[in-house]
């Protein structure tokens, strides 16, 4: 609660009969000039001032913000709430469990451990694809999602009960992001404090990177890793620098045949040549009123992938219809209209806040896209696709022959011609084996299903094409077209090629609703997209198993073969551990590639088949026309179906409702439970600080390259038979069937540890020199505790040098934990034994993720790498100048020495530099001398 008002902003606001107690910003000189996303955060510290963490100095300092300087004035930002999906938010309820019992034993009140912010958790990360392409996929797929999380989802329903101001949106429901701008998300927040009715900007972290989404609703948040939410939770301010922020205009308009999804990969390209990382967004301009409040959605989810702290839009006439058409209430709706009328954060494109930087994209120059093989930023034009396909082959597939090329084998209509067989079929393949761009062998693998289709696969064969949660469901123009150009295939004869996986996953259940009432869910059916879930699914890698037949001819012949999928996220080994090349595109791409089957394929001169008549049919034949799809959003789409979804948002089903749920303030753990463990964090923690010490003698774990995401550290997606966290869950009666995702077990830390820096990419390439030389991929490295120093699982290795003792560092390339937020990329490395990692340069959540669990992030001195200072892993490394922080100094660089060891080449020089210490803010160090967060919190809490 706010003690100290500097500026005298408290104020009253009344709309209709309610009076609210705001806090105006025009007492701040300066205000006017500000975007929009700092009048927010100036909002929030004239409402927290403190005196001590928040000051009358930051005020001031964020009212005279000097647009073109660098970021040095460090801020405390509070969130109104805190809103998670379950696999980042079950750690989070873990370790606030954990607390309570902490806070016993050290002599406090269990209840004391409660969320201070209201925080909402969404369970949407859980449902795997199992089962598609069938009517009865979607009850089949939750049925098998509430056998395997059993455990998780008793423990949060227990959760959900235990704590005050938690609330579950539960199972089968929708994907956070979507539930978040439809729902949970006020624009404008109302709420008692200390008797008074306050309103104030709604803003939020969320446990999921994407959490930018609701930026398009006007909502100030972003992803934060699980370990800066729980702060969030427990009343922590957010440590931040006050950002830079690149001001975005747009003009001119969407043309026709280009979708939302286009535009957004443009802006990611964009941006990401720009360089965002570390600084807000904001659209501003005329043209942001003709953007549609679900393109807006579309762009902010997308925050992450370019690299930003958020993506802004303002709040405006689109924004108060977007909350009308979801369903909120008339009060509400006046509610944020005057307050942001009042407050200056009503968009008036007349008025142009200062920038640090300026960017700009006429709208109507856009054109068709998809990204990829690997990463979002990576765009192709549609127009080039086959073409960038055959070059990228060449890194994924062995340089020698031609490629096939499927198009030709499906020119048929989809009946086959008279005395047409599947042997002809592969004939019919030889006759055009040499067609295409050389320097690639080709595969041409025959397959035939259990149900009796035969086909031919090859490099580049579209083996999954998944309409997936996020980015794009959340978006009727896209989900439509998609749902209209596939009732045009169908009208045409034209179907999906039998080997493509293909899933349909809602983000909300008003998708469905608009689809029924369109009759689109019957001509997406029929090229065999059914509903697979209502969850994150195929982003991130609960694809569920490919058709069996085709994986295994993938597996037997190492096929390149592609997914393509209307999310955000495309890195390496993500989607399916079959699948080596996988690509972003909207919606109704993600059909035409059904249909194609090949990213081999040119939409502009090949058909994707013949119609009942003989006659070719070509992509543009069967694009749906902005004004069907407009038709449509507007005879199937109500205010009432958002009301009606809604207003059973936190109940859940039977299932939810009869899982049987431990009570009681403290829980009872399972001892057998292999999905929900207690945490280790407070074990034998006392009250009294243990000073910060340099690190001696330590091994290197890992020396990695540019670009290592948190994907790359952190444990996701399936658990491979013969890793040590397979182990584990073996020598604890899991059965491999069972075995369930890194993700869904991410309440046992054992699994967790076990499973970080295990990805099947990940290329340690200390590991090279006991390989001759050669690029090994996988979670291992070098055992320097064993005879030789021979190659470890990471797990195994990390034992070893924690039962002698040795402290354990990683030396990473540029951009080290980009990707998603995930606390586990950090808590894993800790509980490795690492207590350093220096590279060249971090990712923003990492390096504030690796402080928050007591890992010291460094960096080489500014142009060196570790290569380049002949570093290669074998050393033994000290790393001094750390223990000024016992006397509240934080130390600019600290001296690193690293020593040759028996392992090292005979020749080599012991190397030292000086690192530089990116323990960032007062709050920082902070964390860093308490060990972590939790037990900063725990300690102030008691």
Same mark, same amino acid.
């Given at each position: 609660?706010?003690?100290?008002?500097?500026? *005298?902003?408290?104020?009253?606001?009344?709309?209709?009969?309610?009076?609210?107690?705001?806090? $105006?910003?025009?007492?701040?000189?300066?205000?006017?000039?500000?975007?929009?996303?700092?009048?927010?955060?100036?909002?929030?510290?004239?409402?927290?001032?403190?005196?001590?963490?928040?000051?009358?100095?930051?005020?001031?300092?964020?009212?005279?913000?000097?647009?073109?300087? /660098?970021?040095?004035?460090?801020?405390?930002?509070?969130?109104?709430?805190?809103?998670?999906?379950?696999?980042?938010?079950?750690?989070?309820?873990?370790?606030?469990?954990?607390?309570?019992?902490?806070?016993?034993?050290?002599?406090?009140?269990?209840? $004391?451990?409660?969320?201070?912010?209201?925080?909402?958790?969404?369970?949407?990360?859980?449902?795997?694809?199992?089962?598609? *392409?069938? /009517?009865?996929?979607?009850?089949?797929?939750?049925?098998?999602?509430?056998?395997?999380?059993?455990?998780?989802?008793?423990?949060?329903?227990?959760?959900?009960?235990?704590?005050?101001?938690?609330?579950?949106?539960?199972? *089968?429901?929708?994907?956070?992001?979507?539930? %978040?701008?439809?729902?949970?998300?006020?624009?404008?927040?109302?709420?008692?404090?200390?008797?008074?009715?306050?309103?104030?900007?709604?803003?939020?972290?969320?446990?999921?990177?994407?959490?930018?989404?609701?930026?398009?609703?006007?909502?100030?948040?972003?992803?934060?890793?699980?370990?800066?939410?729980?702060?969030?939770?427990?009343?922590?301010?957010?440590?931040?620098?006050?950002?830079?922020?690149?001001?975005?205009?747009?003009?001119?308009?969407?043309?026709?045949?280009?979708?939302?999804?286009?535009?957004?990969?443009?802006?990611?390209?964009?941006?990401?040549?720009?360089?965002?990382?570390?600084?807000?967004?904001?659209?501003? *301009?005329?043209?942001?009123?003709?953007?549609?409040?679900?393109?807006?959605?579309?762009?902010? %989810?997308?925050?992450?992938?370019?690299?930003?702290?958020?993506?802004?839009?303002?709040?405006?006439?689109?924004?108060?219809?977007?909350?009308?058409?979801?369903?909120?209430?008339?009060?509400?709706?006046?509610?944020?209209?005057?307050?942001?009328?009042?407050?200056?954060?009503?968009?008036?494109?007349?008025?142009?806040?200062?920038?640090?930087?300026?960017?700009?994209?006429?709208?109507?120059?856009?054109?068709?896209?998809?990204?990829?093989?690997?990463?979002?930023?990576?765009?192709?034009?549609?127009?080039?696709?086959?073409?960038?396909?055959?070059?990228?082959?060449?890194?994924?597939?062995?340089? +020698?022959?031609?490629?096939?090329?499927?198009?030709?084998?499906?020119?048929?209509?989809?009946?086959?011609?008279?005395?047409?067989?599947?042997?002809?079929?592969?004939?019919?393949?030889?006759?055009?084996?040499?067609?295409?761009?050389?320097?690639?062998?080709?595969?041409?693998?025959?397959?035939?299903?259990?149900?009796?289709?035969?086909?031919?696969?090859?490099?580049? =064969?579209?083996?999954?094409?998944?309409?997936?949660?996020?980015?794009?469901?959340?978006?009727?123009?896209?989900?439509?077209?998609?749902?209209?150009?596939?009732?045009?295939?169908?009208?045409?004869?034209?179907?999906?090629?039998?080997?493509?996986?293909?899933?349909?996953?809602?983000?909300?259940?008003?998708?469905?609703?608009?689809?029924?009432?369109?009759?689109?869910?019957?001509?997406?059916?029929?090229?065999?997209?059914?509903?697979?879930?209502?969850?994150?699914?195929?982003?991130?890698?609960?694809?569920?198993?490919?058709?069996?037949?085709?994986?295994?001819?993938?597996? /037997?012949?190492?096929?390149?073969?592609?997914?393509?999928?209307?999310?955000?996220?495309?890195?390496?080994?993500?989607?399916?551990?079959?699948?080596?090349?996988?690509?972003?595109?909207?919606?109704?791409?993600?059909?035409?590639?059904?249909?194609?089957?090949?990213?081999?394929?040119?939409?502009?001169?090949?058909?994707?088949?013949?119609?009942?008549?003989?006659?070719?049919?070509?992509?543009?034949?069967?694009?749906?026309?902005?004004?069907?799809?407009?038709?449509?959003?507007?005879?199937?789409?109500?205010?009432?179906?958002?009301?009606?979804?809604?207003?059973?948002?936190?109940?859940?089903?039977?299932?939810?409702?009869?899982?049987?749920?431990?009570?009681?303030?403290?829980?009872?753990?399972?001892?057998?439970?292999?999905?929900?463990?207690?945490?280790?964090?407070?074990?034998?923690?006392?009250?009294?600080?243990?000073?910060?010490?340099?690190? @001696?003698?330590?091994?290197?774990?890992?020396?990695?390259?540019?670009?290592?995401?948190?994907?790359?550290?952190?444990?996701?997606?399936?658990?491979?038979?013969?890793?040590?966290?397979?182990?584990?869950?073996?020598?604890?009666?899991?059965?491999?069937? +069972?075995? %369930?995702?890194?993700?869904?077990?991410?309440?046992? @830390?054992?699994?967790?540890? $076990?499973?970080?820096?295990?990805?099947?990419?990940?290329?340690?390439?200390?590991?090279?020199?006991?390989?001759?030389?050669?690029?090994?991929?996988?979670?291992?490295?070098?055992?320097?505790?064993?005879?030789?120093?021979?190659?470890?699982?990471?797990?195994?290795?990390?034992? %070893?040098?924690?039962?002698?003792?040795?402290?354990?560092?990683?030396?990473?390339?540029?951009?080290?934990?980009?990707?998603?937020?995930?606390?586990?990329?950090?808590?894993?490395?800790?509980?490795?034994?690492?207590?350093?990692?220096?590279?060249? =340069?971090?990712?923003?959540?990492?390096?504030?993720?690796?402080?928050?669990?007591?890992?010291?992030?460094?960096?080489?001195?500014?142009?060196?790498?570790?290569?380049?200072?002949?570093?290669?892993?074998?050393?033994?490394?000290?790393?001094?100048?750390?223990?000024?922080?016992?006397?509240?100094?934080?130390?600019?660089?600290?001296?690193?020495?690293?020593?040759?060891?028996?392992?090292?080449?005979?020749?080599?020089?012991?190397?030292?530099?000086?690192?530089?210490?990116?323990?960032?803010?007062?709050?920082?160090?902070?964390?860093?001398?308490?060990?972590?967060?939790?037990?900063?919190?725990?300690?102030?809490?008691?």
């Amino acid at each position: 609660m706010s003690t100290v008002d500097s500026f *005298g902003a408290k104020s009253t606001l009344t709309v209709g009969s309610t009076d609210y107690e705001i806090f $105006r910003i025009d007492t701040v000189p300066g205000y006017d000039k500000l975007p929009f996303s700092l009048k927010v955060l100036l909002e929030n510290l004239l409402r927290t001032e403190d005196g001590a963490n928040v000051t009358k100095a930051q005020i001031e300092a964020l009212g005279s913000w000097d647009a073109a300087a /660098e970021p040095d004035t460090e801020i405390q930002f509070t969130p109104a709430r805190v809103v998670m999906q379950d696999f980042t938010g079950v750690p989070c309820i873990v370790d606030l469990a954990t607390m309570r019992e902490a806070v016993t034993s050290l002599g406090g009140d269990p209840n $004391r451990i409660n969320p201070l912010s209201p925080a909402e958790m969404v369970i949407d990360h859980s449902v795997i694809a199992d089962l598609f *392409g069938t /009517e009865n996929a979607l009850e089949r797929n939750v049925e098998i999602e509430y056998e395997r999380n059993g455990e998780r989802y008793q423990f949060l329903r227990w959760g959900q009960t235990a704590f005050d101001d938690f609330k579950v949106v539960p199972p *089968g429901t929708g994907i956070v992001h979507q539930v %978040n701008i439809e729902h949970l998300a006020k624009v404008i927040y109302d709420r008692q404090v200390g008797g008074v009715l306050r309103a104030y900007p709604d803003t939020c972290v969320g446990t999921d990177s994407h959490t930018t989404m609701v930026n398009g609703l006007g909502v100030l948040g972003w992803g934060v890793g699980g370990i800066e939410a729980e702060a969030a939770m427990l009343g922590q301010p957010v440590s931040m620098l006050i950002p830079r922020v690149v001001g975005f205009k747009l003009t001119g308009d969407i043309p026709a045949g280009v979708t939302a999804t286009d535009v957004v990969l443009t802006i990611t390209d964009m941006l990401r040549k720009h360089g965002v990382v570390g600084k807000f967004v904001e659209f501003y *301009g005329a043209g942001v009123a003709s953007v549609p409040l679900a393109n807006r959605a579309t762009i902010g %989810n997308m925050s992450p992938e370019f690299g930003s702290t958020a993506a802004m839009f303002p709040i405006d006439d689109v924004t108060l219809e977007y909350l009308r058409l979801t369903g909120r209430d008339e009060q509400a709706v006046a509610l944020v209209e005057a307050y942001a009328k009042e407050q200056a954060l009503w968009h008036d494109a007349d008025n142009e806040p200062s920038f640090s930087e300026y960017l700009e994209l006429d709208l109507s120059t856009v054109v068709p896209s998809i990204a990829g093989p690997k990463r979002p930023q990576d765009r192709i034009l549609l127009s080039q696709a086959k073409e960038q396909f055959n070059s990228d082959l060449t890194n994924y597939a062995d340089a +020698d022959h031609d490629l096939v090329d499927l198009t030709v084998a499906e020119s048929f209509p989809a009946s086959d011609p008279p005395g047409f067989t599947p042997e002809d079929e592969h004939s019919h393949h030889e006759h055009h084996h040499h067609s295409h761009a050389p320097h690639t062998v080709s595969k041409p693998t025959a397959v035939t299903t259990a149900g009796g289709a035969s086909f031919t696969l090859d490099h580049g =064969s579209v083996a999954l094409a998944a309409i997936t949660s996020c980015t794009n469901t959340s978006n009727p123009s896209v989900m439509i077209a998609a749902g209209l150009l596939a009732q045009k295939a169908l009208e045409r004869g034209l179907k999906s090629k039998p080997w493509v996986k293909t899933t349909l996953g809602p983000g909300s259940k008003v998708v469905t609703d608009y689809y029924e009432k369109s009759g689109l869910d019957k001509a997406l059916e029929g090229l065999g997209f059914f509903t697979v879930g209502y969850g994150c699914t195929i982003c991130i890698g609960n694809s569920g198993p490919l058709i069996e037949e085709v994986s295994a001819a993938i597996n /037997e012949n190492d096929l390149a073969v592609t997914a393509v999928l209307s999310g955000n996220r495309n890195f390496e080994g993500r989607i399916s551990p079959d699948v080596k090349m996988n690509y972003l595109a909207s919606p109704p791409l993600v059909v035409a590639y059904a249909l194609a089957g090949s990213m081999n394929f040119d939409f502009e001169t090949d058909p994707l088949g013949k119609d009942q008549n003989g006659a070719d049919v070509f992509l543009k034949d069967i694009w749906p026309a902005p004004d069907e799809v407009q038709e449509i959003i507007d005879s199937s789409i109500s205010r009432e179906q958002f009301i009606k979804q809604y207003a059973t948002v936190f109940d859940g089903d039977e299932r939810w409702t009869s899982l049987p749920t431990p009570t009681g303030p403290v829980f009872e753990w399972d001892v057998d439970s292999t999905y929900v463990r207690k945490a280790p964090y407070f074990d034998g923690m006392t009250m009294d600080l243990t000073p910060v010490a340099d690190i @001696h003698g330590a091994r290197v774990l890992a020396t990695l390259g540019d670009s290592v995401t948190t994907d790359h550290i952190s444990p996701a997606g399936n658990i491979k038979a013969g890793t040590p966290a397979a182990q584990y869950l073996t020598e604890h009666g899991v059965a491999q069937k +069972d075995f %369930n995702s890194y993700g869904s077990r991410r309440g046992n @830390h054992e699994v967790m540890i $076990r499973g970080t820096f295990a990805n099947i990419r990940l290329k340690n390439l200390l590991v090279s020199a006991v390989n001759d030389g050669a690029i090994v991929e996988g979670g291992f490295t070098r055992d320097f505790t064993q005879e030789g120093g021979p190659q470890s699982f990471i797990y195994d290795a990390s034992q %070893n040098y924690q039962a002698d003792g040795t402290p354990l560092v990683i030396f990473g390339g540029k951009e080290y934990g980009s990707g998603s937020s995930r606390d586990w990329a950090a808590k894993g490395t800790s509980l490795l034994g690492v207590k350093a990692v220096i590279t060249e =340069s971090f990712e923003r959540i990492h390096r504030s993720n690796l402080i928050g669990m007591g890992v010291v992030p460094l960096q080489f001195p500014a142009g060196s790498s570790w290569e380049s200072l002949g570093l290669d892993g074998t050393e033994i490394v000290s790393i001094e100048g750390l223990e000024q922080l016992n006397d509240g100094v934080t130390p600019k660089t600290v001296k690193v020495t690293a020593a040759p060891s028996e392992f090292s080449a005979p020749d080599k020089q012991p190397i030292e530099f000086d690192a530089v210490v990116r323990i960032d803010t007062p709050g920082e160090a902070d964390y860093y001398r308490n060990g972590g967060i939790l037990q900063y919190v725990l300690r102030s809490l008691v």
